[in-house]
């Protein structure tokens, strides 16, 4: 994959070690949940573009913003120090597996529906991949429900919420899973 390492390498240039990382990790990400299909984008560390969340994927540029308070050794503390050595992997990795699959439903045809979560592919894609991870839960497209005078979004019962889509997997992982060493 030439374009992989050119990229790895503009990576390294910029964002040293966890530049290195962040690529290492796409492609076994990649490899393990994607079938090594995902074509690769530049991975930038900084803030993200709305700022809050861990990390963003920009559409039209195949690009994967992670966000660079992820280097904290147990989050959430205040003390971010940049490097590797500070970088919570389990968490990063998390993140980027979100990113990557808004990478997959983008580059295999997009999506329709409400949002980028709270549509059939990305909701498709989320139960795939909780069943490689093993995890126990289902995930199903939230749809507006009318009562009388109004309409709600409405979870059945057993699926994840528009929330818990929103932050798959970290929001599905079992509580002390990111304590310790990462
Ligand atoms: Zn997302």
Same mark, same amino acid.
């Given at each position: ?28 990400? +990649?490899?393990?949940? *994607?079938?090594? /299909?995902?074509?690769?984008? !530049?991975?930038?560390? %900084?803030?993200?573009?709305?700022? #809050? ?64 979560? +709270?549509?059939?592919? *990305?909701?498709? /894609?989320?139960?795939?991949? !909780?069943?490689?991870? %093993?995890?126990?839960?289902?995930? #199903? ?42």
């Amino acid at each position: 994959m030439a374009r992989w390492a050119e990229l790895k390498s503009q990576g390294i240039k910029r964002f040293g070690e966890v530049g290195a990382w962040a690529f290492d990790k796409w492609k076994m990400l +990649n490899d393990t949940f *994607f079938n090594g /299909e995902s074509k690769p984008g !530049a991975i930038i560390w %900084g803030q993200t573009p709305q700022g #809050k969340s861990l990390g963003y994927y920009h559409v039209s540029e195949n690009l994967i913003y992670l966000n660079k308070n992820l280097m904290r050794p147990v989050y959430p503390t205040n003390d971010f120090k940049w490097g590797i050595q500070h970088l919570n992997k389990k968490i990063a990795g998390d993140v980027l597996l979100h990113e990557m699959i808004h990478q997959r439903v983008n580059q295999t045809g997009g999506w329709v529906g409400e949002t980028s979560h +709270n549509n059939e592919r *990305f909701v498709d /894609e989320v139960n795939r991949i !909780a069943r490689l991870l %093993g995890m126990d839960i289902k995930a #199903k497209v939230i749809k507006q429900k009318r009562t009388r005078d109004k309409s709600i979004w409405h979870v059945e019962p057993g699926y994840l919420t528009l929330k818990e889509l929103s932050d798959f997997p970290y929001s599905s992982r079992t509580d002390n899973y990111y304590y310790g060493h990462p």
